[in-house]
Protein backbone atom coordinates (compact mmCIF):
# COMPACT_ATOMS: atom_id res chain seq x y z
CA UNK A 1 0.00 0.00 0.00
CA UNK A 2 1.16 3.92 -0.77
CA UNK A 3 1.69 6.22 2.60
CA UNK A 4 -1.68 7.81 1.91
CA UNK A 5 -3.09 4.33 2.46
CA UNK A 6 -0.71 2.74 5.29
CA UNK A 7 -1.17 -1.03 5.73
CA UNK A 8 -3.22 -1.23 9.17
CA UNK A 9 -1.95 -2.95 11.99
CA UNK A 10 -4.48 -5.40 12.26
CA UNK A 11 -4.46 -7.02 8.61
CA UNK A 12 -0.43 -7.34 9.74
CA UNK A 13 -1.17 -9.46 12.45
CA UNK A 14 -3.93 -11.10 10.58
CA UNK A 15 -1.11 -12.14 8.17
CA UNK A 16 1.23 -13.33 10.67
CA UNK A 17 -1.26 -14.97 12.35
CA UNK A 18 -1.78 -16.62 9.29
CA UNK A 19 0.86 -18.22 9.05
CA UNK A 20 1.34 -22.08 8.96
CA UNK A 21 4.66 -22.35 10.02
CA UNK A 22 5.72 -20.83 14.27
CA UNK A 23 6.84 -17.35 13.87
CA UNK A 24 8.78 -14.88 16.87
CA UNK A 25 10.21 -11.89 17.26
CA UNK A 26 13.51 -12.35 19.33
CA UNK A 27 15.24 -9.36 20.52
CA UNK A 28 19.11 -9.00 20.88
CA UNK A 29 19.56 -10.97 24.19
CA UNK A 30 17.59 -13.62 22.25
CA UNK A 31 14.13 -13.46 24.15
CA UNK A 32 11.08 -13.91 22.63
CA UNK A 33 8.82 -10.56 22.29
CA UNK A 34 5.95 -11.97 20.27
CA UNK A 35 5.02 -14.68 18.47
CA UNK A 36 1.99 -15.78 15.87
CA UNK A 37 -1.16 -18.27 16.12
CA UNK A 38 0.56 -21.08 15.01
CA UNK A 39 3.36 -20.97 17.63
CA UNK A 40 0.34 -20.57 20.39
CA UNK A 41 -1.11 -23.60 19.12
CA UNK A 42 2.15 -25.51 19.06
CA UNK A 43 3.32 -24.39 22.12
CA UNK A 44 0.48 -24.72 24.02
CA UNK A 45 1.14 -23.09 26.90
CA UNK A 46 0.35 -19.47 29.10
CA UNK A 47 2.00 -16.29 27.11
CA UNK A 48 3.73 -15.08 30.46
CA UNK A 49 5.80 -18.73 29.88
CA UNK A 50 7.02 -17.17 26.45
CA UNK A 51 7.11 -13.62 26.30
CA UNK A 52 10.21 -12.24 27.38
CA UNK A 53 11.79 -15.82 27.88
CA UNK A 54 14.80 -17.24 26.61
CA UNK A 55 13.96 -18.78 23.05
CA UNK A 56 14.73 -22.45 24.63
CA UNK A 57 12.92 -22.42 27.48
CA UNK A 58 9.29 -20.97 25.61
CA UNK A 59 10.05 -23.74 22.91
CA UNK A 60 10.49 -26.26 25.91
CA UNK A 61 14.14 -27.40 24.67
CA UNK A 62 14.87 -30.59 26.60
CA UNK A 63 18.14 -29.10 27.00
CA UNK A 64 17.10 -25.43 28.66
CA UNK A 65 17.54 -27.24 32.36
CA UNK A 66 20.57 -28.82 31.84
CA UNK A 67 22.27 -25.72 33.86
CA UNK A 68 20.61 -24.07 36.47
CA UNK A 69 21.38 -20.94 34.42
CA UNK A 70 18.99 -22.01 32.00
CA UNK A 71 18.86 -21.21 28.44
CA UNK A 72 22.25 -20.68 26.83
CA UNK A 73 24.49 -22.03 29.29
CA UNK A 74 23.92 -25.90 28.74
CA UNK A 75 26.52 -28.15 27.09
CA UNK A 76 24.46 -28.50 24.11
CA UNK A 77 23.35 -24.34 23.66
CA UNK A 78 26.78 -23.64 21.64
CA UNK A 79 25.27 -25.86 19.03
CA UNK A 80 22.23 -25.09 19.36
CA UNK A 81 20.89 -24.08 15.39
CA UNK A 82 18.26 -21.30 16.77
CA UNK A 83 21.09 -19.71 18.88
CA UNK A 84 23.47 -19.68 16.57
CA UNK A 85 21.36 -18.55 13.43
CA UNK A 86 20.05 -15.70 16.29
CA UNK A 87 22.99 -14.47 17.12
CA UNK A 88 24.80 -14.75 13.62
CA UNK A 89 21.39 -12.42 12.70
CA UNK A 90 22.53 -9.87 14.85
CA UNK A 91 25.92 -9.78 14.23
CA UNK A 92 26.41 -9.73 10.81
CA UNK A 93 22.65 -8.62 9.73
CA UNK A 94 22.63 -11.65 7.21
CA UNK A 95 19.55 -14.24 6.63
CA UNK A 96 20.07 -17.83 8.13
CA UNK A 97 18.30 -20.77 6.72
CA UNK A 98 19.21 -23.66 8.03
CA UNK A 99 17.73 -27.48 8.81
CA UNK A 100 17.99 -28.55 12.72
CA UNK A 101 16.86 -31.52 14.93
CA UNK A 102 15.12 -30.33 17.83
CA UNK A 103 14.47 -32.08 20.81
CA UNK A 104 11.42 -30.68 22.79
CA UNK A 105 9.08 -32.01 25.63
CA UNK A 106 5.90 -32.39 25.04
CA UNK A 107 3.17 -33.32 27.33
CA UNK A 108 5.82 -34.81 29.39
CA UNK A 109 7.91 -36.46 26.98
CA UNK A 110 10.64 -35.92 24.75
CA UNK A 111 9.71 -34.99 20.80
CA UNK A 112 12.25 -34.60 17.90
CA UNK A 113 11.05 -32.32 15.47
CA UNK A 114 12.66 -32.11 11.97
CA UNK A 115 12.68 -27.93 11.42
CA UNK A 116 14.28 -25.55 8.96
CA UNK A 117 15.12 -22.41 10.99
CA UNK A 118 14.54 -19.23 9.26
CA UNK A 119 15.93 -15.92 10.77
CA UNK A 120 16.41 -12.15 9.43
CA UNK A 121 16.76 -9.13 11.44
CA UNK A 122 14.31 -6.02 10.83
CA UNK A 123 14.00 -3.06 12.81
CA UNK A 124 11.02 -2.30 15.18
CA UNK A 125 10.33 1.36 16.88
CA UNK A 126 14.45 2.36 16.38
CA UNK A 127 15.14 -1.29 17.71
CA UNK A 128 16.51 -4.36 16.41
CA UNK A 129 15.68 -7.45 16.35
CA UNK A 130 15.07 -10.66 14.77
CA UNK A 131 12.00 -12.62 12.50
CA UNK A 132 12.42 -16.82 13.81
CA UNK A 133 10.37 -18.65 11.94
CA UNK A 134 10.70 -22.48 12.35
CA UNK A 135 8.91 -24.81 9.60
CA UNK A 136 8.17 -28.15 11.05
CA UNK A 137 9.36 -30.67 8.42
CA UNK A 138 8.99 -34.28 10.32
CA UNK A 139 6.17 -35.42 8.52
CA UNK A 140 8.19 -35.04 5.36
CA UNK A 141 11.11 -36.64 7.48
CA UNK A 142 8.95 -39.38 8.51
CA UNK A 143 8.31 -40.27 4.79
CA UNK A 144 11.15 -40.22 3.71
CA UNK A 145 12.34 -42.95 5.96
CA UNK A 146 8.95 -45.17 5.65
CA UNK A 147 9.20 -45.49 1.58
CA UNK A 148 8.53 -48.94 0.35
CA UNK A 149 11.09 -49.90 -1.95
CA UNK A 150 11.72 -53.11 -3.57
CA UNK A 151 15.01 -54.88 -2.80
CA UNK A 152 15.05 -56.49 -6.10
CA UNK A 153 14.31 -53.67 -9.10
CA UNK A 154 13.98 -50.39 -6.45
CA UNK A 155 10.99 -49.18 -7.54
CA UNK A 156 9.11 -47.63 -4.90
CA UNK A 157 5.47 -47.85 -3.45
CA UNK A 158 3.14 -45.11 -3.37
CA UNK A 159 -0.48 -44.12 -1.13
CA UNK A 160 -2.23 -45.82 -3.92
CA UNK A 161 -0.09 -48.73 -3.79
CA UNK A 162 1.41 -48.56 -7.32
CA UNK A 163 4.85 -49.65 -8.19
CA UNK A 164 6.88 -46.72 -10.04
CA UNK A 165 10.83 -46.21 -10.87
CA UNK A 166 12.28 -44.22 -7.93
CA UNK A 167 12.99 -41.27 -10.08
CA UNK A 168 8.83 -41.23 -11.11
CA UNK A 169 7.40 -40.90 -7.42
CA UNK A 170 10.16 -38.71 -6.37
CA UNK A 171 9.02 -36.28 -9.32
CA UNK A 172 5.51 -36.68 -8.67
CA UNK A 173 5.29 -36.51 -5.08
CA UNK A 174 8.83 -33.72 -4.51
CA UNK A 175 8.96 -32.30 -8.05
CA UNK A 176 12.34 -33.66 -7.87
CA UNK A 177 14.34 -34.01 -11.02
CA UNK A 178 17.00 -36.46 -11.64
CA UNK A 179 20.16 -36.53 -13.59
CA UNK A 180 21.81 -39.67 -14.34
CA UNK A 181 25.27 -40.83 -14.28
CA UNK A 182 27.19 -43.93 -13.80
CA UNK A 183 29.61 -44.42 -10.55
CA UNK A 184 33.15 -45.93 -11.47
CA UNK A 185 32.13 -49.59 -10.84
CA UNK A 186 29.37 -49.78 -12.58
CA UNK A 187 31.32 -47.85 -15.41
CA UNK A 188 33.65 -50.67 -15.55
CA UNK A 189 31.09 -53.25 -15.44
CA UNK A 190 29.12 -51.47 -18.62
CA UNK A 191 32.25 -51.28 -19.95
CA UNK A 192 33.39 -54.68 -20.00
CA UNK A 193 29.66 -55.43 -21.36
CA UNK A 194 30.37 -53.73 -24.54
CA UNK A 195 33.89 -54.80 -25.00
CA UNK A 196 31.94 -58.42 -25.30
CA UNK A 197 29.52 -57.71 -27.46
CA UNK A 198 32.54 -55.47 -30.01
CA UNK A 199 34.59 -57.73 -30.01
CA UNK A 200 35.95 -59.51 -33.41
CA UNK A 201 34.23 -62.90 -33.78
CA UNK A 202 37.54 -65.57 -33.36
CA UNK A 203 38.95 -63.28 -31.31
CA UNK A 204 40.12 -64.08 -27.65
Known sequence: MTPENPTPPSLLRSLIDAMPSMVFAVDDRLQIREYNAA????????????VARPSGDALHCIHATDRPAGCGH?????DCVIRNSLTQVFRAGTAVRRRARLEVARQGRKVEIYALISASRFDYRGESLA??????????????????????CKRVRDETESWSRIEAY???????????????????????????????????
Do not use: N
Open 39 to 50: AAESLATQRSEI
Open 74 to 78: GPYCQ
Open 131 to 152: LLVIDDLSEIAELYRMIPICSV
Open 170 to 204: FRDHWALDFTHSLCPECYEKEKAKIRQFTRPQGRP
